[in-house]
């Protein structure tokens, strides 16, 4: 995989945990090699601050000790109560400075999340796609103008019948990628 298309899906597991932390996006800032989310938890006015490393600076792909120092500074100067870094890998003295200035990481697995957790933030999300898309939210199937005469004209619709089906059978994997895909189609409608 590329260093471009493993940038992209670092950010991607980026929105994902911001999704399903529900946190709110107060600022985005892009520089060389990282992108970082200024964001607050639901009802809170704590500073968080999530540094995606899109570029390591080792050649071997893993964090350093020194990125994990810089984002411990940042953290410091500019008042956050908690960081995350988002990487590929990480090295034993990256992680273990980490630990010491309780910085969370998320590498190479997406973080747990459970199911039910999941299957709410879902629901959220299509819930508000089907207010910006058709201004309300339907309260019985045939209220829905995405799925008609056995067909569906929606995305949105198909992959919250996805989710739903993917729920009863407690497939995490296929949820968080359903969770994704509604991500994906917020981005487009808000660009």
């Known amino acids: 995989m590329n260093d471009e298309m493993e940038g992209e899906r670092l950010v991607g597991r980026a929105k994902l945990v ?3 932390r ?3 996006v107060k600022r985005t800032r892009r520089r060389e090699g990282k992108i970082d989310f200024a964001v607050s938890p639901p009802e809170s006015d704590d500073r968080i601050l999530i540094r995606v490393i899109t570029e390591p600076e080792s050649k071997s792909g893993y964090v350093g000790v020194d990125a994990v120092r810089k984002m411990s500074r940042t953290l410091g100067r500019r008042h956050y109560e908690k960081g995350i870094i988002i990487g590929k890998r990480f090295t034993k003295a990256a992680k273990s400075e980490m630990e010491r200035e ?3 990481a998320v590498s190479g697995r997406i973080p747990r999340f459970k199911l039910e957790r999941l299957y709410l933030v879902i629901q959220g999300h299509v819930d508000n796609l ?3 898309k058709c201004v309300k939210i339907p309260n ?4 829905c103008r995405g799925y008609s005469d056995g067909q569906y ?3 949105i619709r198909r992959i919250n019948d996805n989710a739903n089906f993917h729920f009863k059978r407690g497939w995490i994997n296929p949820l968080r990628r359903d ?4 991500l994906a189609i917020e ?5």
């Open 18 to 20: 911001l999704a399903v």
């Open 22 to 24: 529900e946190h709110q």
């Open 153 to 155: 004209s929606c995305n």
């Open 140 to 143: 019985e199937e045939s209220d």
């Open 130 to 132: 089907c207010k910006a």
């Open 179 to 182: 969770l994704v895909k509604l």
């Open 102 to 104: 309780d910085i969370e």
């Open 187 to 191: 981005e487009g409608l808000n660009s």
